[in-house]
């Protein structure tokens, strides 16, 4: 027996821990410290009434023999299938039902999506990133490229053609750095792939924050892509699903390399290793498509829109680069006064109890930024850009 020794070529996973032992390190020192937490990704907002309500009644059935269900297709139930196809076409982009897969969110997806690609291709990814598109690649054992995102670039790196990549990752609105790329960023990155044969895997799980209608919220949205895109979605910021775990994958049919579908991959994949997403899950995810349910997520979206505004008009007021923030929840800023990443971290802690994450955690080019988040408490999220104007 044998193990997999590209597990062996990760780097520890220590951004977070070393977040939350600093924290409490600085907190039993400082038992009296009011520490505001702006670090994490995680909503806060309860679920939507519309969803609670669709949940509730889901539970119900299942326990009436009448209405009682087992095993539910891998690829997920048609009812929410539909739903999902309605909010594409609302904004004037057609999917078959076939290409939409339910899943139990992007991230399961963005790494399970690897078993259909060879280990010989090699993958492109922006740095500064969101770890899980590198780690996964390097427990598969493919070659890894980095895409030069920096301040220059305002963090939307453009194809370099002297750059031969197999699977390309996007993520617009892009985590960590908030940057949202246009239809015509979008169409360069489309073209590239389908002149070298290549495959874009285009995270949208902040799609639903993009406010200006100019701004591409699918990749579909883009002439040609359809033939060279795979897109992953969630309802973890859309509606609130990080404890509730559902999201969605388009595989378009016109997706072929090698003379065989991607469609059919995906789907012969997902029957063998998945067994779908609970149907009292679905129903919920379901009631977010309703008139009442968008209604109700988007005034939680706006909620956090708000404080992400709050966060933006502190750092314009004290003159600090930053992107993200108007389309995302999430503000990468410069850390003032030349400070390191962590440097910047400690100091924002020590002296202002405000907890951010470092953006050397996400790449070289994280170096000397930091990351905010604006899925907090809207008290906190002031009381923390009050403090944090002190200090500038």
């Given amino acids: 027996m044998k193990i997999n020794k590209n597990y062996q070529k990760l780097e520890d996973s220590y951004l977070f821990s070393t977040i939350a032992h600093k924290v409490a390190e600085f907190t039993q020192k400082n038992p009296d410290a009011s520490v505001i937490r702006l670090g994490i990704g ?19 059935e299942m326990g009436v023999k009448e209405s009682f269900r087992g095993y539910g297709p891998e690829q997920g139930y048609g009812f929410l299938k539909e739903a999902i196809q309605k909010y594409y076409a609302s904004r004037n982009t057609h999917l078959e039902l076939d290409e939409i897969f339910i899943s139990d969110g992007a991230k399961s997806d963005v790494g399970n999506i690897l078993d259909l690609f060879s280990q010989d291709n090699t993958v492109l990814v922006p740095n500064p990133v969101y770890p899980v598109y590198v780690d996964t690649n390097v427990m598969a054992g493919r070659k890894i490229v980095f895409a030069d995102a920096n301040e ?44 070298n044969n290549a495959i874009i895997l285009y995270d949208a799980a902040y799609e639903c924050f993009i406010k200006d209608k100019n701004l591409p919220r699918s990749i579909f949205e883009i002439e040609g892509a359809k033939k060279c895109a795979i897109e992953f979605c969630s309802f973890s910021k859309t ?34 290793k998945f067994n779908g997403v609970p149907y009292i899950v679905q129903r919920g995810a379901e009631a977010v498509f309703s008139e009442e349910g968008q209604k109700q997520i988007q005034e939680n979206i706006a909620y956090y829109s708000e404080n992400a505004k709050i966060i933006a008009d502190t750092l314009k007021a004290k003159g600090i680069y930053f992107t993200g923030g108007t389309h995302s929840p999430y503000i990468w800023l410069k850390c003032p006064n030349n400070m390191s990443s962590w440097e910047f971290f400690d100091y924002l802690l020590e002296k202002a109890q405000v907890v951010g994450t470092p953006g050397a955690g996400f790449g070289e080019n994280g170096e000397g930024f930091f990351r905010l988040t604006s899925f907090g408490d809207r008290a906190k999220t002031i009381e923390a850009m009050e403090r944090f104007s002190k200090l500038f």
């Fill in 152 to 195: 220059a670039n305002d963090f939307l790196p453009m194809p370099d053609e002297n750059i031969k990549a197999d699977i390309i990752y996007i993520c617009s609105p892009n985590n960590p750095t908030g940057a949202v790329y246009t239809k015509e960023g979008l169409k360069k990155w489309v073209d590239y792939a389908l002149k």
């Fill in 239 to 272: 509606a609130g699903f990080t404890g509730t775990r559902c999201g969605y994958t388009i595989v378009p049919q016109e997706l072929v390399y090698d003379g065989v579908h991607i469609n059919k991959m995906w789907l012969r994949r997902q029957t063998t």
């Fill in 42 to 60: 995680d909503v806060t907002l309860p679920l939507a009434p519309a969803v609670v309500k669709a949940m509730n009644k889901a539970v119900e």
